[in-house]
């Protein structure tokens, strides 16, 4: 079984910056794409950034320019740095991981989600 776990919420005043974590460990071959999704009350689930194995990451445009996504290999974890964040950054935000498994079967694996809010 895989368990992605993810750390580093808080409350953050508009301007600030927070740094996510999330680990993932557990029975799978490898991990394709890494990332963060993330959910405000009333709406939808919004892909934030994605990651491939290589290191080719991609943003969503409220987010491009002020967050940065990496991934460590050898350790099996993406982090999420957010800078000047803006109230509407206000969300859980989840972590994820597209895996591939010991019999070679794409399987997607989510975190338990984190608080972020941003508020003076």
């Known amino acids: 079984q895989v368990e992605v776990v993810a750390s580093g919420g808080g409350l953050v005043q508009p301007g600030g910056s927070l740094s996510l974590s999330c680990a993932v460990s557990?029975?799978?071959?490898?991990?394709?794409?890494m990332g963060w999704y993330r959910q405000a009350p009333g709406n939808r689930r919004e892909l934030v950034t994605t990651?491939?194995?290589?290191?080719?990451?991609t943003y969503s445009d409220s987010v491009k320019g002020r967050f940065t996504v990496s991934r460590d290999n050898t350790k099996n974890k993406v982090d999420l740095r957010m800078n000047n964040l803006k109230p509407e950054d206000t969300a859980v935000y989840y972590c994820?991981?597209?895996?591939?498994?010991?019999?070679?079967?794409?399987?997607?694996?989510w975190g338990q989600g984190t608080q972020v809010t941003v508020s003076s």
């Open positions: 557990g029975n799978f071959f490898t991990i394709y794409d």
């Open positions: 990651i491939t194995y290589g290191g080719t990451a």
């Open positions: 994820y991981a597209n895996t591939v498994s010991r019999d070679l079967r794409e399987l997607d694996y």
